[in-house]
């Protein structure tokens, strides 16, 4: 009987994990904003408000990632430091490769959609963004 159920979690388990095309990728562009991090035992970081974002900018599955800081003309302000990338895929599963002058590493693309990106890290931390929506005083 223990198996059975364990058999049917793992199958749904399975069935509802998202699956991730080539198109997706191309979603990537564009500027993120951290939302939440979920560290390896499970609990949980969230970022209200946030000093800097993430821009991705991404062609032919290579780009750069850049931090940005909003300003509330609407314009961004950077160091002018960039990470180049390139997105690769291996057995079905796709990774942000970065690279940079001070490392390299990677981040699987646990889930990606027009207004959420998942990217989880070597050390089990997931990193959970929405895309960036400008400041409006309307």
Do not use: H
């Not at 198109?23 to 560290?39: A, F, H, M, P, S």
């Not at 609990?43 to 408000?49: E, F, M, R, S, V």
């Not at 032919?60 to 300003?71: A, D, E, L, T």
């Amino acid at each position: 009987m223990k198996k059975t159920i364990f058999f049917f979690m793992y199958l749904f388990f399975i069935a509802c994990q998202q699956s991730i095309n080539k198109e997706d990728i191309q979603k990537l562009n564009g500027y993120w904003e951290i939302k939440q991090v979920t560290l390896a035992d499970g609990t949980t970081k969230d970022y209200k408000i946030n000093e800097t974002i993430d821009y991705f900018e991404l062609k032919s599955n290579k780009g750069f990632r850049q931090k940005v800081m909003p300003q509330f003309d609407g314009k961004f302000k950077t160091n002018g430091f960039k990470e180049l990338i390139k997105v690769i895929e291996n057995d079905n599963t796709f990774f942000i490769e970065y690279n940079t002058k001070y490392g390299k590493w990677k981040e699987e693309i646990i889930s990606i959609e027009d207004s959420t990106l998942v990217l989880k890290n070597k050390d089990n931390l997931e990193y959970t963004y929405k895309k960036f929506k400008p400041f409006s005083f309307k």
